[in-house]
């Protein structure tokens, strides 16, 4: 199939593109973020001057995390992991799974999310989903083992 224009993107319906899904859907997505990257908290400490953050810093629920991310130290921007099952930006509402070594083939988004696929709406295009660990009991599009291409 020859490359599809989404919204400005060029889709091709065999390389993988970021899947989008609704944050609360995942069983166990909150697990992961445990051990995420809080960027809420990341921007409060560069303001910071206390050493402890137990009293000058709030998570109010409304914070992003990165999943199967590593910062640069060089550059302090924020890398995706290549030897992580899986990397994500998970908001609030939704996450974005951005490299995994899972993908399903779903329909394109909206225009919210151009060139990224809808995780919960099957169709011809691949996308990163999650391990079906982290999906848990949660009703999701098959998952397929993503081809490693050297």
Known sequence: ??????????????????GVLNSSKP???????????DLDFEEHCKEC???EHDECYFDDGD??????YVKDEKTNLF????????????????TQ??????????????????????????????AFTLPSEVWGDAEHLEIIKAEVKS
């Not at 199939?1 to 970021?18: A, C, F, N, Y």
């Not at 890398?79 to 939704?94: F, L, N, R």
């Open 1 to 18: 199939m020859p490359i599809v224009m989404h919204w400005g993107k060029g889709v091709d319906s065999e390389v993988p593109v970021t």
């Open 27 to 37: 069983e166990w997505l909150h697990e992961d973020m445990f051990n995420g990257i």
């Open 49 to 51: 001057t206390n050493e």
């Open 63 to 68: 914070a992003t995390y990165l999943i199967g």
């Open 79 to 94: 890398d995706i992991d290549k030897s992580a099952e899986y990397s994500a930006i998970v908001c609030t509402t939704y």
């Open 97 to 126: 799974v951005t490299n995994s070594k899972y993908v399903s083939k779903t329909t394109l988004c909206s225009p919210c999310y151009p060139g990224q696929g809808d995780l919960d709406t099957p169709g011809k295009f691949l």
